[in-house]
């Protein structure tokens, strides 16, 4: 399987933007979602996830009721929608898969997730 990420770019204080991650390739497992992101200088850290129903969310306290994660129709293609975005939330977002929700929600170490994206970069200026 393979996640390919798009949709970064710069945005002022207070705006938005919306990440694509799409899933291609041999997609006939069941996998959960999500988001992760790294700052400048700072280890990566968990956003969101969703599960493979879309049933289920989970987001980092520090962009909870700002971002929203969900599935396309297809349920191969996850969404982040960002909005009120601050000069904190610049980074570079990395989608990832798991067949286990709890790994793809930051429960276990990273080092347990092997599917990721290219990365794309969100730029928040003040």
């Known amino acids: 399987v393979q996640l390919q990420a798009s949709g970064g770019g710069l945005v002022q204080a207070g705006g938005s933007l919306r990440l694509s991650c799409a899933a291609s390739?041999?997609?006939?497992?069941?996998?959960?979602m999500g988001w992760f992101r790294q700052a400048p200088g700072k280890e990566r850290e968990f956003v969101a996830a969703?599960?493979?129903?879309?049933?289920?969310?989970e987001y980092a306290d520090s962009v909870k009721g700002r971002f929203t994660i969900a599935r396309g129709s297809g349920k191969n293609t996850v969404y982040l929608q960002m909005d009120s975005l601050k000069p904190e939330d610049t980074a570079v977002y990395y989608c990832?898969?798991?067949?286990?929700?709890?790994?793809?929600?930051?429960?276990?170490?990273?080092?347990?997730?092997?599917?990721w994206g290219q990365g794309t970069l969100v730029t928040v200026s003040s």
């Open positions: 990832t898969a798991d067949p286990n929700l709890s790994v793809v929600s930051g429960k276990f170490p990273q080092r347990f997730l092997e599917l």
């Open positions: 390739g041999r997609t006939e497992t069941t996998y959960a």
């Open positions: 969703i599960s493979w129903t879309g049933g289920t969310t």
